[in-house]
């Protein structure tokens, strides 16, 4: 009989501190894609993309459909993630700074003090360093810094300069040692040397239970056809997202951003199917190496005591839209890909119940048995892991600096406000998947009620959690 994550607790013993032990306590394994959109998992529907080992995690554990990065940023959106607090709580402003909240307990410290290891593996997008935000050690640590050794001229596949992870350099937690000889900025073999870090952890095969936090570059710009993965994807076989457009219809707040840079405008259908065919090839390269720290688990015999988690900071347009990057509050980058494998962890299920990213941090917690700091206000969703068909919230939130701000309903109903421009969108998901018909003008009567409560949801939201944007 599979245990649930109830059960899976219940099998632990109370001691002091809030903290639970057992004979063996789950390991957790969280893979962090960067900038993936949630359609780029083949299980889920995309014939187009190859992800065997995404899809095997699909097949035994549960997918949320309608998990939120809430802030459409590298840094931010991980900055909730660490603390389990909203940004707006931490310190971002209304231009999108981080100013951050030093009396957070970080996630990672968190687990620490419940008994964990807490490894660090990969991308470093944050204030301060692994070791002092709660990870005992690191390997693979990709950061800022290595400017003297950037070279100008470097491009991306089709010969753009690069701008994304310029100057970035393999380091240790100090910066006492730098290895400019692995490459400064990404590489086309980057995944794959995150992946030899993370088995390399795993392999130390320590004495008590650990959590290792693998943060991928993939499939952030600049693009390169990783090794191995030449000719499988053409641009003739690719199909443009179905709510592609060549111009967004009006300036979103981020027009001139280094993201939309990234491509000429107006978008191009031949251009879009090219950046497409490179994004999913980083996928499938970056799918591949979670494949071998999978196998690593499973020759360690690690691999049924291990919590997997898979999602990514947030998605992307890559075209959708008339967008390139992320800065936006539409599904293809304000949901998210995330899937859960497991001890306790239903099988092969499909949830839609509606969760936050930075709801991992307790979420974990409630599963591992460790007290969740008094500094995280957060959501733990864990008893969707017992009861996936039930709801997590009925409304979650978006926002991006002072110019988006946008509510979505559990029945399918999503409001978009630009405030600088006073612009509105509503959209009707269950009709309109794709975010291609705005009611927000219509003169139909159910859209004209929608807009005014989705208004007053909206508004409501911004007074309790002091919108730093005027209203």
Not at 9 to 27: D, K, Q
Not at 164 to 170: A, D, E, L, T, V
Not at 384 to 409: A, E, S
Request: hydrophobic share 35%.
């Amino acid at each position: 009989m599979r245990r649930t994550a109830l059960t899976f607790l219940l099998a632990f013993l109370m001691v002091s501190g809030g903290t639970l032990v057992a004979a063996e306590r789950p390991n957790i394994l969280f893979l962090f894609a960067d900038d993936m959109r949630p359609d780029c998992i083949s299980a889920l529907g995309n014939s187009q993309i190859r992800t065997p080992n995404l899809d095997e995690l699909v097949e035994r554990g549960l997918t949320f459909t309608r998990a939120t990065c809430s802030y459409p940023i590298c840094m931010v959106s991980r900055a909730e993630l660490l603390t389990g607090r909203h940004g707006w709580e931490i310190g971002v402003d209304r231009n999108g700074r981080v100013t951050g909240d030093p009396a957070a307990v970080d996630w990672a410290e968190a687990l620490r003090r419940g008994g964990y290891n807490t490894w660090h593996v990969g991308k470093w997008h944050a204030s301060g360093r692994p070791s002092s935000r709660g990870y005992s050690d690191s390997a693979g640590l990709f950061g800022s810094g290595g400017g003297k050794y950037w070279k100008e001229g470097q491009v991306d596949w089709k010969g753009f300069p690069i701008t994304g992870y310029r100057g970035w350099i393999f380091q240790n937690d100090d910066r006492s040692e730098i290895y400019p000889k692995l490459g400064v900025g990404v590489t086309p073999d980057i995944s794959a040397k995150f992946a030899d870090a993370a088995i390399g952890m795993i392999e130390l095969h320590p004495d008590k239970p650990w959590f290792c936090h693998v943060n991928f570059t993939a499939p952030h710009d600049p693009l390169f056809i990783p090794p191995g993965i030449e000719g499988k994807y053409s641009v003739e076989d690719i199909p443009l997202p179905e709510n592609f457009l060549p111009v967004h219809p009006f300036d979103h707040g981020n027009f001139d951003g280094r993201d939309e840079a990234l491509l000429a405008w107006p978008r191009t259908e031949e251009a879009v199917r090219d950046l497409l065919r490179v994004y999913y090839s980083v996928i499938e390269d970056m799918d591949a190496q979670i494949g071998r720290i999978v196998e690593a688990l499973e020759f360690r015999g690690q691999l049924d005591n291990t919590l997997i988690i898979f999602t990514s900071d947030h998605g992307m347009a890559c075209g959708s839209h008339g967008l390139r990057g992320k800065q936006n509050m539409y599904e293809h980058t304000i949901n998210i890909p995330f899937v859960m494998a497991g001890p306790g962890i239903p099988t092969g299920v499909t949830t839609d119940a509606q969760i936050y990213l930075r709801e991992l941090y307790p979420t974990t917690c409630d599963f591992a048995g460790v007290k969740i700091p008094n500094t995280v206000t957060s959501e733990s969703f864990a008893s969707v892991l017992d009861f996936p068909y039930l709801p997590h919230h009925r409304d979650v939130y978006g926002y991006f600096k002072n110019t988006q701000r946008m509510v979505r309903t559990e029945d399918d109903w999503k409001l978009i406000h630009y405030p600088q421009i006073k612009e509105w969108q509503l959209f009707h998901l269950k009709n309109d998947p794709f975010e291609t018909r705005n009611l927000a003008y219509s003169d139909d009567g159910e859209a004209k009620l929608q807009l005014l409560k989705l208004k007053e949801k909206l508004k409501a939201w911004r007074i309790t959690l002091n919108d730093p944007a005027e209203p």
